[in-house]
């Protein structure tokens, strides 16, 4: 059974530090991963999309990155805001099926 | 502006009572999503639907009805036969077919049985 894995649950960080949320799974025959951002009672945020064929994709302050061989995304987080508190999901795709989510990361950026 | 519009936002249902969430998304994409979101669970697949009077059961379809009569629209039927219904219920579309594509997801609606 394919899973994905979001290790802490919760994080809190100082305003201004650099921070990496984690996402693991189990397959390595990965189609793509995405990030998503939820903030509470509303829906999901799509952050980054990163294909099998990519190492990592950037936006703006995130990198995320993709590592098939070791079962594992990183999504980093520069120079860290109040407004960047949030849920973090990951969910992968693999070979043609369907999503498959983790249960996410929830950040509190201490200001 | 393009997105997804989820309605209603929050709905109380009595036991025993069919609600329909309405979905509808102007991003012309091909493919459109139901999950349901429970506390500390990841987000889980209800119906799924790649074109349009054509949709196939997620992992929990059992309770839950759909329909697919436009590309724009995909409304949920919670009906009585879902035990546990009371959850946060999440509508996505991504362009193309395959589960493959970039997600995008509606603002939600909270279905609470009273």
């Not at chain 2, 919670?78 to 997801?105: D, I, R, W």
Request: proline share 4%; net charge neutral.
């Amino acid at each position: 059974k394919q899973e994905v894995t979001q290790i802490p649950a919760a994080l809190s960080v100082p305003e201004g530090e650099n921070l990496v949320l984690n996402c693991s799974f189990t397959d390595s025959a990965i189609y793509n991963l995405q990030w998503f951002r939820q903030d509470p009672g509303k829906g999901l945020t799509s952050l980054l999309l990163i294909q099998s064929s990519q190492r990592e994709q950037t936006s703006g302050r995130l990198n995320a990155s993709l590592d098939k061989s070791s079962g594992r995304s990183t999504l980093y987080i520069a120079a860290s805001q109040p407004g960047d508190s949030a849920t973090y999901l990951c969910a992968a795709v693999f070979g043609n099926e369907k999503l498959t989510f983790g249960t996410g990361t929830r950040l509190t950026i201490i200001p | 502006d393009g997105g997804i519009t989820q309605s209603p936002k929050y709905l109380f249902r009595k036991e025993g009572q069919n609600v329909t969430l309405s979905c509808e998304q102007n991003l012309n994409h091909d493919a459109m999503y139901w999950y349901r979101q429970d506390p500390g669970q990841g987000l889980r697949l209800i119906y799924y639907s790649q074109i349009v009077n054509d949709f196939q059961k997620g992992d929990i379809a059992e309770g839950y009805s759909v329909s697919r009569e436009k590309k724009e629209s995909f409304p949920l039927t919670v009906t009585s036969a879902q035990k546990n219904p009371t959850a946060f219920y999440l509508c996505a579309s991504s362009l193309g077919t395959g589960h493959t594509g970039e997600l995008f997801f509606g603002e939600g609606s909270r279905l609470t049985v009273l």
